[in-house]
């Protein structure tokens, strides 16, 4: 069994990483430290952490196709696009933000709007992908001519 990722995949994948590593660093610095997403955990943060579980749907279905039937990796792309779009949307207002008497922004909500747009660009170009590359093209026989 071969797995193959299309560029859209690869996108949200590299999205998906982006957003992984921006859990782990600090996203605002405060006068009593540095404050991460866990921290600062509002609706904003789950929206971008849905972000992230459908880029990883996106990436676990396209593994687990057999190639009959994309029928699951489109699904999961075409939910990606609107979760994507709203962690995209969060991301933003937690770069403008700063919460908690916070002085300036880290690394991390950086890497989080970086990564949702990843998710959201990369699950349009699954959607809109027709897989030319795990097919070989059709060529019928022409007619005989009458």
Known sequence: MTW??????LVVLAGVLC????????WYSSPAGNLDL??????????????LLA???????ALAER???PALAVATAVWAVPLGLAGTIAAIVRVLERPGNAGSTCIGPWLG????IAVLIGAW?????ERPS???PARPQPRPLP
């Open 67 to 69: 190639g009959e039937n």
């Open 125 to 129: 170009l699954v959607m809109r992908d």
């Open 19 to 26: 957003l992984v590593v921006s859990l782990f660093t600090p």
């Open 134 to 136: 795990l097919y070989s």
């Open 38 to 51: 866990w921290d600062t955990f509002g609706a904003g943060a789950a929206l971008i952490l849905l972000a």
């Open 113 to 116: 709007l970086a990564g949702t």
């Open 4 to 9: 193959r990722l299309r560029s859209g995949e």
């Open 55 to 61: 880029g990883l749907a996106v990436i676990a279905s």
